[in-house]
């Protein structure tokens, strides 16, 4: 069993910045895909940003202004998010894949005032 621990959302004014981390119980080395996804009120889930096999992939609507990265020391994921718009607000979640076993966050809410 994974468990995922969130941290790093907050409020912020648009322009600003923020780091999401997602602490991972257990090594993140093994892991198939570690990523961050984002749902806003009345939308559906979707990917912002995923690492795969050393390689990384962004929504075209943050390409530019958000960066994924790990620390295989630390067993954690981060997201770095610069340029923050109003559009970025949601609730922000981290998802890993272990195997067949995928596994979620709890969430954190991230909210961009104009």
């Known amino acids: 069993q994974v468990q995922l621990v969130e941290s790093g959302g907050g409020l912020v004014q648009a322009g600003g910045s923020l780091r999401l981390s997602c602490a991972v119980s257990?090594?993140?080395?093994?892991?198939?895909?570690m990523g961050w996804y984002r749902q806003a009120p009345g939308k559906q889930r979707e990917l912002v940003a995923g690492?795969?096999?050393?390689?990384?992939n962004y929504a075209d609507s943050v390409k530019g202004r958000f960066t994924v990265s790990r620390d295989n020391a630390k067993n954690t994921v981060y997201l770095q998010m610069n340029s923050l718009k109003p559009e970025d607000t949601a609730v922000y979640f981290c998802?890993?894949?272990?195997?067949?076993?995928?596994?979620w966050g709890q969430g954190t809410q991230v909210t961009v005032s104009s």
């Open positions: 690492i795969t096999s050393g390689s990384t």
């Open positions: 998802k890993v894949i272990r195997g067949r076993a995928v596994y």
């Open positions: 257990g090594s993140i080395i093994s892991l198939n895909f």
